[in-house]
């Protein structure tokens, strides 16, 4: 690396740490106490080692009764004000730290629900939870911890020099020679650990990553015989993690050492100057113990002061890793035309969208209308488009070219909130969160709903039958993603919730594809109730399921080769006509 590249990555790191520090300003009292009750510790350790002399001269050469009784007293009393002190700064520090964690995990969670659907195409859930889980907590240490040790230990080690200038500045001028060189190596350490922190930290996540997969797909692991090669895998990752962390040791390690070396130095250095100056009459035996003392005192302090570089510098890597999340631009909301309730009218006029990255559009040149009151089916092959062209009109992504019009305006005029308060979705993955049946069909907008509406939508889902049978009925946890009940209780508790929010706009991705037959016809019964006088779009997967739909949109790699009735489709004899074939055979091979 170049000087001025070092240079920049310096000047990047220290714009990252004052960055950092902006978010303990909330904490400024807390820390203005911490500070305090710091100080107060440093003087009472250097009071304490000052009454070194004292208990030397007075004590035991001139052996002086009445001194001897009070000096244990003191000493009682100094300890017992450093306590107090040391648990005053804790306490604050700790506060602000956590609290700082805290903030940090709610800023970021919520910089990711207002990120575009692409970032979670391109970051995996398990790198989103590191960020939210360990880097937020090395940031804390970086922000609080960190500074925590370098005041503590900073004030300890000024105030036992302070006191060793008081009662020799000879020998203590003489010892802080020795102060360049540990500089020296401290910063070589932070260099080594600002290189290493950062591999750490993806490492950690890359192995999460590798671990969720393994542990969400046992199932396919199992049946495969695929054991030993995620285990192989894992092992790899699991090494490479072992050995940064390692690097991370050896340079703590040997810092630490070369710092207790340096310090023996000091001491030896020490031994031999006070010597002299005894022997000079310039210093007597009180004054080389305090000297002595505050050697001892001060060696343990700079080896913490030289250990802090690694909880720092690995706080500033994650810190890193944080805000490229906090600085990402949020999905774009610049509508400012209001909607409270929308007719539904949806119109594509040559629509085109291109995943980021992608030479090929996912859609390309797609134009339909889909009118309030109608079924609009949408078909084709695996990889078509027809998630694709779904996604574009809660706004999850963004279209390339042509336009989008909801009620004769475009989607773009309308702020967010509202375009997407038209809309409801039942998809072939339900998602359900842990807790209450009631709770997840009243989710989100409609949690202040009314008991006897959320009874009116899970009776009309086709819900009630299984909910009654549970001992708890409505108060009843669905558990972790739902995994108490089964696929179909599932989708028609997500009809449930579609229809207590009753939107004009209805969205069904492949809603009954996983479903038994008997799950199946509940299930449909359940949206046809939901779908009159609503616009539904329809992603269909058994093409049986849309024999009464109004218009069946025909997508192949990403383009629109058919459009019509069921009807009309099949007497054409395309694409539409040749699929429903395919799916008639394996009926009947069934």
């Known amino acids: 690396m ?33 500070l305090v009750g710091a100080l107060v510790e440093a003087v009472a350790s250097g009071a ?63 910089k990711y629900l207002r990120l575009p659907g692409s970032r979670f195409d391109n970051e995996p859930v398990p790198s989103m939870l590191v960020r939210l889980g360990s880097d937020s907590d090395q940031v804390s240490q970086a922000a609080v911890d960190a500074a925590k040790v370098v005041i503590q230990q900073s004030l300890q080690v000024i105030v036992l020099v302070g006191v060793m200038l008081w009662h020799s500045w000879q020998v203590t001028l003489t010892i802080v020679v020795l102060a360049p060189p540990l500089a020296w190596i401290m910063d070589k350490v932070a260099k080594r650990y ?120 690995r706080g500033v890597a994650s810190a890193e890793r944080l805000f490229t999340v906090l600085d990402a631009p949020d999905e774009v909301d610049a509508g400012q035309r209001h909607l409270q309730r929308a007719n539904g009218l949806i119109e594509f006029r040559h629509v085109s969208a291109r995943y980021p990255g992608q030479t090929r559009p996912a859609l390309e040149d797609i134009s339909f209308t889909a009118r309030p009151g109608t079924v609009t089916a949408i078909v084709g092959r695996s990889g078509s488009g027809k998630s694709s062209l779904i996604k574009l009109i809660p706004r999850f992504y963004e279209k390339e070219a042509g336009e989008i019009l909801l009620d004769g305006y475009p989607i773009s005029d309308y702020t967010l909130a509202d375009l997407r308060r038209q809309i409801a979705l039942v998809g072939q993955q339900v998602v359900l969160f842990d807790g209450s049946i009631a709770a997840n069909v009243a989710y989100g907008e409609m949690g202040a709903a009314e008991a006897a509406a959320i009874d009116d939508a899970i009776r009309g889902a086709n819900a009630l039958e299984f909910v009654e049978q549970l001992p708890e009925g409505l108060q009843a946890s669905v558990g972790t993603k739902g995994n108490r009940l089964s696929g179909g209780q599932r ?46 779009l329809v992603i269909a997967h058994r093409l049986s399921t849309i024999e009464h739909a109004d218009q069946v949109l025909v997508l192949d790699q990403g383009r629109l080769v058919e459009q019509g009735s069921p009807a009309e489709l099949l007497a054409r004899g395309g694409l539409y006509a040749h699929l429903h074939q395919m799916q008639f055979r394996e009926g009947e091979i069934g």
């Not at 001025?4 to 902006?22: F, K, N, P, V």
């Not at 060696?299 to 720092?312: C, G, H, S, W, Y």
């Not at 069904?508 to 594809?513: C, N, P, Q, R, V």
Request: proline content about 2%.
């Open 194 to 313: 600002r290189r290493i922190s950062h591999r750490i930290q993806e490492s950690s996540a890359a192995l999460l990553q590798s671990a969720d997969q393994t542990l969400s797909s046992h199932q396919e692991v199992k049946i495969y015989g695929a054991q030993a090669m995620e285990l192989e895998r894992y092992r790899g990752l699991a090494d490479n993690n072992l050995r940064l962390a390692m690097k991370v040791e050896s340079t703590k390690g040997i810092s630490s050492a070369t710092v207790q070396f340096m310090g023996a130095v000091g001491l030896a250095a020490l031994l031999l100057i006070a010597g002299r100056e005894a022997q000079a009459g310039r210093l007597s035996a009180g004054d080389f113990i305090v000297l002595m003392v505050s050697m001892i005192g001060i060696i343990p302090a700079m080896k913490q002061l030289t250990n802090v570089q690694n909880m720092m510098q």
């Open 491 to 536: 989708q028609r508790l997500a009809i449930a919730r579609a229809m207590l929010k009753d939107a004009p706009i209805l969205i069904l991705d492949e809603a009954t594809a996983a479903l038994d037959n008997e799950s199946e016809r509940l299930v449909q019964n359940a949206l046809e109730k939901l779908m009159p006088d609503r616009t539904t």
């Open 48 to 110: 304490f080692t000052s009454l070194m002399k004292p208990i030397t001269n007075v004590t035991f050469i001139e052996k002086n009764a009445e001194v001897a009784i009070w000096l244990p007293l003191a000493i009682l009393g100094l300890f017992l004000v450093r306590g107090a002190a040391g648990y005053t700064t804790d306490m604050s520090m700790g506060r602000a730290a956590r609290s700082i964690a805290r903030d940090l995990r709610v800023k970021v969670l919520g």
């Open 2 to 34: 170049s000087t001025a590249d070092r240079q920049s990555t310096e000047a990047s790191h220290w714009q990252t740490y004052r960055r950092l520090i902006g978010f303990a300003k909330p904490y400024r009292g807390l820390l203005l106490l911490a």
